[in-house]
């Protein structure tokens, strides 16, 4: 197949437009941003997750800066700090020291602006202004702040050494904690400020802690970069890719099993490229993505396979409808029609009325009569707590009635009832006269009546049963919670497909039971279908008839050569023809009937272009037959005509 035809092929299908879809759905998510939103609570669970507990970062809060600012700069240079940077807006007093920085706009120096990322105020913004110098490029010439990236808020917030300005005047400081240390001082902010939008400062309000966080970040080197949007972009589309790959082979369950693991997998791989790389992948859009992809594949099967399954529907309904089926017995909208045709033609009454069961109660009332009227029954009572109804139930079948029940019974005439019951459960009675004759034997008619009477009673009782389940599951309320207010598509294909097997079984069925043994070959030479009789026979014969082509089978059973039975199944198949052969299988005697099976009108979607749809290999028992024929003469008018029938196939092949 061209690529052409591939591509027409493809962009035909359903699928291939749902999958261009879903890819289309990426790339806006993507543009969009649409999906990072969510990158935000992993970001921070990451961090809560770590916890470093060492900061060479160390923040003091005064007071009262403008008053105390020289003696605290000069308290905390004797501990021969790093350096030590002096965030206030107020004009103080600048001392002049190589360590002590001022970052403010007229002072020539400023700190690193952060941006917000999601909702947190933790992205370094990358826009350096040009009236001052970055005090950090300054102090930390090795690190690079353009690509704008992300504060790691690994450091505990209590292990960040945070004191008093008053503690460190006091002297009440190890020179240990401020020895070497790049100091913070700024301003007590007295909660006057808003909340710091930043993992672990949520309830901060003094932004000096961003900036110690920013100071620490680059003295360990911990800033996290995120990936690019191309980069981002290309990652999700080969997940994508692969996930749609892996969903088609897998089941639904099994696939939320698999998208669990591999979102769990994903996240922790994104976690340790976090704290090890200092990366940020784009997390939460693999694990949305892994499982919209699960579900669109999920979702895009069902409607195609949907459409599929319509389309078959469709087609069986198409060929059932020019094939006979009855009605099922529990499809039928009242059970007693068929009962009534099932008495009529079976037994001789004179007359008959049925009663059903008042449900819940021992009531009954009238249904149907049979050559009379409803109206002629002289018995009053309907409970089958009384006689006659509770003879016949102790009876468990058939009771002679002796009071009235029918009205204007002739002289001879007698009145019999019967219970209709199945498992215990009364479903009705049936009454019924009979006019006796000379050859009228009561034993036999009532042996007759309870075994119709017990059949009756169980298709009552399976009756009763499907029609019970249909009213619980036509309930309005229950169809509603089951997604069930439209009669789904599996249950009308369950429907049609029982029509099927039913048809199929009852084929089968008649095919089993006719006597002569059968087998039907494709012409390939493989068995199709056996009957029971052939099975039979193969089994006493210890013929592999499984095992055995067509040709295998004729040279074994008749005495044919390889070459001359390649010749009659080839006159078989180009003719359409029928051969007749003896055969002597131990001491039986039969005739073999070898006859071409013609192909369907409807064509399979194998394509098979043969006129011929089998060859049919039937024995029929002479043996057996010949003993049914009582009269020589029928016996020798039977031979004759299969004497006759093979020399005409001998003369048609020898024609052909």
Not at 74 to 83: F, R
Not at 414 to 423: K, N, R, S
Request: net charge negative; hydrophobic share 45%.
């Amino acid at each position: 197949m061209s690529l052409k035809q591939q591509l027409f092929f493809v962009k035909r299908h359903k699928t291939f437009w749902l999958i261009i879809s879903l890819i289309g759905f990426v790339l806006l998510a993507e543009l969009t941003g649409a999906l990072q939103r969510f990158n935000a609570p992993i970001f921070k669970y990451f961090n809560q997750l770590q916890s470093e507990q060492h900061s060479d970062v160390v923040v003091i809060e005064a007071d009262d800066l403008l008053f105390e600012h020289d003696q605290l700069i000069y308290s905390l240079l004797e501990h021969d700090p790093k350096a030590i940077i002096v965030v206030s807006d107020s004009k103080l007093t600048r001392i002049n020291n190589e360590r002590v920085f001022y970052p403010r706009k007229d002072n020539g120096l400023c700190l690193a602006s952060l941006k917000a990322w999601l909702g947190y105020t933790i992205q370094i913004n990358n826009q350096s202004s040009a009236n001052c110098q970055s005090l950090w490029a300054k102090l930390f010439p090795q690190s690079n702040l353009d690509n704008s990236p992300l504060l790691s808020f690994a450091l505990d917030l209590h292990a960040l050494p945070k004191f008093n300005s008053k503690r460190v005047q006091s002297d009440d400081l190890l020179a240990g904690q401020i020895n070497d240390k790049l100091i913070l001082v700024s301003q007590t902010n007295n909660s006057f400020g808003l909340p710091i939008r930043a993992p672990k400062l949520i309830d901060e309000v003094n932004p000096i802690y961003l900036h110690a966080y920013v100071a620490h970040n680059l003295i360990e080197g911990s800033l996290i970069s995120p990936v690019s949007e191309e980069l981002s972009l290309v990652i999700q589309l080969l997940s994508v890719i692969l996930l749609l790959v892996l969903y088609q082979k897998i089941a639904f369950n099994l696939g939320l099993i698999v998208s669990s693991v591999l979102s769990i997998t994903w996240l922790a791989l994104c976690y340790f490229v976090m704290t090890g790389m200092h990366l940020l992948l784009p997390a939460a859009e693999g694990v949305i993505l892994n499982f919209v992809t699960l579900f669109w594949v999920f979702l895009s099967a069902k409607w195609v396979e949907e459409d599929d399954l319509k389309r078959l529907m469709n087609n069986i309904r198409q060929k059932m409808s020019g094939r006979y089926l009855p009605k099922s017995f529990t499809e039928q909208s009242t059970p007693w029609d068929s009962i009534i045709q099932l008495i009529n033609q079976q037994l001789a009454l004179d007359k008959s009325i049925l009663l059903a069961r008042l449900e819940g109660d021992h009531r009954l009332y009238e249904i149907r009569a049979i050559n009379c009227h409803l109206s002629d029954i002289h018995e009053m009572r309907r409970d089958y707590e009384r006689a006659p109804y509770s003879d016949a139930i102790k009876a468990f079948g058939t009771v002679k009635i002796t009071r009235p029940f029918f009205k204007s019974l002739q002289e001879s005439e007698a009145q019999y009832i019967v219970p209709l019951m199945y498992a215990g459960d009364i479903r009705g009675f049936w009454a019924m006269t009979i006019t006796p004759d000379e050859r009228f034997n009561e034993a036999a008619f009532v042996k007759n009546v309870n075994r119709f009477a017990n059949q009756v009673g169980e298709l009552l009782f399976h009756y009763r049963v499907f029609e019970t389940q249909g009213k619980a599951e036509s309930n309005a309320i229950a169809r509603l919670l089951t997604l069930n207010l439209a009669k789904p598509l599996s249950q009308q294909i369950k429907q049609s497909i029982n029509e099927m097997e039913q048809k199929l079984t009852t084929l089968e069925h008649v095919f089993n039971q006719i006597r002569s043994a059968s087998v039907l070959f494709n012409l390939f030479g493989q068995v199709v279908q056996t009957n029971h009789a052939l099975e039979q026979l193969a089994k006493q014969h210890h013929l592999p008839i499984f095992e055995m082509t067509a040709l295998d089978l004729l040279c074994k059973v008749s005495e044919l050569d390889h070459e001359s039975a390649k010749g009659k199944l080839r006159y078989l198949t180009l003719h359409k023809g029928e051969i007749y052969l003896p055969v002597q299988l131990s001491e039986q005697q039969f005739v073999l009937n070898v006859r071409t099976i013609e192909s369907s009108d409807e064509k399979s979607s194998a394509g098979e272009p043969f006129e011929v749809g089998g060859i049919l290999f039937e024995f029929i028992n002479l043996s057996e037959l010949l003993n049914q024929i009582h009269n020589d003469e029928e016996k020798l008018q039977v031979m004759s005509t299969l004497d006759n029938k093979q020399n005409r196939n001998i003369e048609s092949e020898a024609s052909n």
